[in-house]
Each structure stands twice: as C-alpha cells, then as structure tokens.
C-alpha cells in the first residue's frame, strides 16, 4: 500500500497538480498518456465494442490511451480514468503492449488504490479544511463508505504525519494552488475569519482602554474649574494661583478645564503643584 501510494504521489508531483479536484485528463496527458471517450476510439483504430466496463486503458497507434464511457458525470469520470491511470502506470510494464484482457483481484484493488491517493490526496483534504466523511463524498463522488475510509487516511495524517515521503517530497510543492482551488479553500474559512475579526476588533478596544485611562487622567482629571484673562495671556489658572488671588474670579473668565485645552490654553508656571 505505501508504494502504491508514493507513486501515485510521484504522479501528481510530476504532473505539477495545484488543483482540485484533479484534473485527471490534464494529468494523464502530462504522463504521457492520451485520454478519449469511447465513442471516439475509432479514430486510433480501436474497436469500441471491446470496452465492457466504464473504462479501458489500451494501446493503438504505437502509444497509450485511457478511454472512459461518453456521459459520465464528472467526478465519475475523474475516478475511471485515474483507475485506468494506475493500471497503465502500475501494471503495462509488466504486460505485452497489447494486453487489455482482465487483470486479476489484485491488480483491480491496486488500481483502486492509486485511484483513491490521485482523487484524494490528504494533503489536499487538510488544506481544505475537511471535518467529516461526508464533505469527502461531495468533493470526491465516493460513496460514504469509501468516503469514510479515506477520512481515515486523513485522520492518521492529521495525528502522527506519518506519511514521511508525502510530507518531505509532495506536499511543499502543493502550497501553491491554483485560483480555483484557492477561492475553494477561501469559501471553506468565512466563520474563521469571522471569528479573527471580532477578536482583533475586541484586543483592539481593549488596547485603547487601556491606553486612554493612562493618558486621560492626566489631562482632564476631575475637570476642575479654571479661569482665564479676558484681556491677555493664553494660560488658565486655577483658583489657587496667585494671579487669580490677585485680580479676583469676579474680574476672569471661568470655564472647565476640558474647554480651556479645547481652545488652546495652557497651564500657568505660578502655581506650585502642590497647591492645587
């Protein structure tokens, strides 16, 4: 199971696939291989009639073809061709070229298998934010059986990483989605960015609170009342300093501190701070 796995991840690394869901075609194609819908095998000379299943992978005109069933929905369509992709990649090699007779149970749970790494490689499924094994079906079109098994695929990843040739070798290169695939990831994380939001909004009222109870205190105080001339100066006084002892409050100008600084008064040098 682990080489099946590291290849089909060498397949998707060398396919360079930032995308999902992958684009299957776009990635035989990047391998090598041709992809047709039966009804065009005639164009390599292939007879049609001999595909039984929802796929074939075949060899005509000296090369390699996936052909899949004309009508498929497209994540049907993704699984058959990465089936017959990982026949093609898995078992040709040790065939004559012309093979396309029946592969045994192994060689089908084989494909299946690189079929499941190709669909749904947990690298992707992490950084899509997946929770359950149902999100997995709707991405995947797997049933909620094999959904579930690949969730599990997801849970080990997430728990012990111990998928050490995927994690060194693969996933770096996969940070770099493509747009789609980043508008996917943007629309799975609005309640985080939400939730991001209202906690920068709350740190940041907080911060200002703090920081106005030490500044506020110092200029405004108490508010005391304070008195200015109405004839010169641009300082305010308090009831205390000498120049208001002297003239009387009678004969100034009284207001709130707050108003006096909002006009752009200062404080006097003639009063101790003491004596305030």
């Not at 930032?18 to 039966?38: H, Q, S």
């Not at 579930?148 to 111990?162: G, P, Q, R, S, V």
């Amino acid at each position: 199971m682990e080489k099946i796995k590291k290849i089909a991840y060498e397949c998707l690394q060398k396919g360079k696939v930032r995308e999902f869901p992958v684009n299957t075609i776009r990635l035989a194609k990047k391998l090598g291989y041709e992809v047709l819908p039966i009804s065009a095998s005639n164009t390599i000379g292939y007879d049609s009639a001999r595909v039984k299943n929802d796929g074939a992978a075949v060899f005509a005109n000296n090369r390699y073809y996936i052909l899949y069933k004309d009508g498929l929905n497209p994540l049907r369509r993704n699984q058959v061709i990465a089936h017959e992709l990982g026949h093609l990649v898995l078992h040709y090699d040790e065939k004559s070229p012309y093979y396309i007779g029946v592969f045994n149970e192994n060689e089908e749970e084989e494909a299946n298998r690189f079929e499941r790494y190709i669909i749904a490689p947990v690298y992707f499924l992490d950084r899509l934010l997946i929770k359950n094994a149902q999100e997995i079906q709707e991405e995947t079109g797997y049933s909620y059986d094999e959904s579930k098994e690949i969730y599990k695929d997801l849970a080990e990843y997430w728990k012990a990483m111990e998928y050490n040739y995927e994690v060194s070798q693969i996933k770096k290169h996969m940070w770099f989605f493509d747009r789609n695939t980043r508008k996917k990831i943007k629309a799975k994380k609005p309640s985080q960015k939400k939730k991001q939001r209202v906690f920068d909004f709350v740190f940041l009222a907080m911060l200002l609170v703090v920081i106005w109870g030490f500044i506020w205190p110092p200029i405004i105080g108490d508010n005391p009342d304070v008195y200015i001339s109405a004839q010169q100066g641009l300082t305010y006084h308090y009831d205390n300093c000498p120049v208001v002892v002297r003239r009387g409050t009678e004969n100034m100008i009284r207001l709130k501190r707050s108003d006096a600084l909002a006009a752009g008064y200062t404080e006097c040098d003639c009063a101790a701070e003491g004596e305030r």
